[in-house]
């Protein structure tokens, strides 16, 4: 198999706990399976003797017969561990002479690793660690941090708008009544969490306490944070070819600009969020294609893990733009921001509350 020399150069970077890991391409032999089971393998102690350096050895209990540590995962990552057949947990187990324990399916429980050697189970403690934090990275997102803007005031301009431009732009390509946000989900999304259990939901909402008192109050400084929501923007460069419209937020202080950004710094951080880009781009979805097919979806269908998952027929936006770029939804104030249930429908319309802060 042919690596590329810039993959060699550029490995992507893991990052497990406060850590940061290069994850290098494997050279893949021109062997099958069949071959690979026939084979001899003696491990070689030297194969994981330098991945033991960064890692806190003080996590190891010490045993009668040898060594033992837990790693802490949701079930929902435990396939990420096993493999195909159990293939990737006998790989470990075989490489870093040790005996792996996971829980049944279905059960809650520490991953134990134990082996007669220590820096064979340091070293599977960081490989396993890397195959959550991978798994984790391509597992679909639970919930997102999102900014509700659905006062009642900013749900009849949606309404009215919908009606504008289905009147205006009767007959343009894909512009139909399915594709515009429903009122009561009107929102900003920060950014996107996965969350596998009840520990992690309490997780993130003991961060967002936090990040209250210690991120946000110092930058509102006790004033209200007032925006403006006017204009229209799309996420491609065609617009006779869009999958999403979006209102433009209009913060003059840019406050909201910094409360996002440090938001996801800390989730980031914490390792319940994964970045996508520098800054968060503040928009609020008025119109998005992926809502045909999945009215309860979120407005987030550029992750890589969404993209290929649904078929979308976009919209042709030219004459939208033209009669309503400049179009004007109204103020708001921003009084909470949520930990929403993807795919979820809570009490008010709006998604199921996982957490919340207030800012005033």
């Known amino acids: 198999m042919q690596i590329d020399k810039m993959e060699i150069l550029n490995p992507p970077i893991v990052r497990i706990g406060n850590r940061r890991y290069r994850k290098n391409p494997l050279l893949q032999r021109d062997t099958n399976t069949a071959e690979e089971d026939e084979t001899d393998f003696i491990p070689d102690q030297s194969a994981y003797s330098d991945e033991t350096c960064a890692l806190d050895q003080a996590c190891l209990e010490e045993t009668s017969d040898g060594y033992k540590t837990v790693v802490q995962a949701p079930s929902g990552l435990f396939k990420f561990i096993i493999g195909r057949k159990g293939e990737t947990k006998q790989r ?3 490489e870093t ?28 403690k960081t490989r396993i660690e890397v195959l959550l934090d991978s798994g984790r990275q391509k597992t679909p997102f639970t ?3 999102s900014v509700p803007f659905n006062t009642q005031t900013l749900q009849d301009s949606l309404v009215d708008f919908k009606n504008d431009v289905l009147r205006e732009c009767d007959g343009d390509p894909g512009v139909d009544a ?3 946000q429903t009122p009561t989900k009107l929102h900003l999304t920060i950014g996107c969490l996965v969350l596998l259990n009840n520990e992690e939901v309490t997780k993130a909402g003991q961060l967002l306490q936090e ?5 946000i109050m110092p930058i509102l400084k006790g004033k209200p944070l007032n925006l403006k929501l006017s204009g229209l923007e799309y996420m491609n460069d065609d617009p006779s070819e869009v999958d999403v419209m979006y209102a433009k937020i209009d913060d003059p202080s840019d406050r ?12 980031e951080t914490s390792g319940l969020l994964q970045r996508d880009h520098d800054r968060v781009k503040l928009h609020v979805t008025v119109m998005n294609t992926i809502f045909r097919k999945d009215p309860t979806g979120t407005t987030e269908p550029y992750k890589q893990q969404d993209r290929g998952r649904k078929e979308r027929e976009s ?25 929403s249930q993807r795919h979820s429908v809570g009490k008010d319309g709006y998604y199921t509350c996982a957490g919340s802060i207030e800012l005033q």
């Open 143 to 145: 919930h997102f941090l």
């Open 256 to 267: 909201l600009q910094s409360i996002a950004d440090r938001l996801v710094d800390r989730f």
């Open 97 to 124: 002479r040790t005996k792996i324990r996971i829980p049944r399916q279905g059960q809650e429980g520490d991953i134990v690793i134990q082996g007669h050697d220590k820096q064979g189970v340091t070293s599977a």
């Open 211 to 215: 990040c209250q008192h210690e991120l």
């Open 92 to 94: 470990l187990e075989v």
């Open 315 to 339: 919209f042709n936006a030219t004459r939208t733009l033209q009669k309503f770029s400049g179009y004007d939804f109204g103020g708001y104030e921003v009084k909470n921001i949520h930990i």
């Open 178 to 180: 399915s594709i515009f």
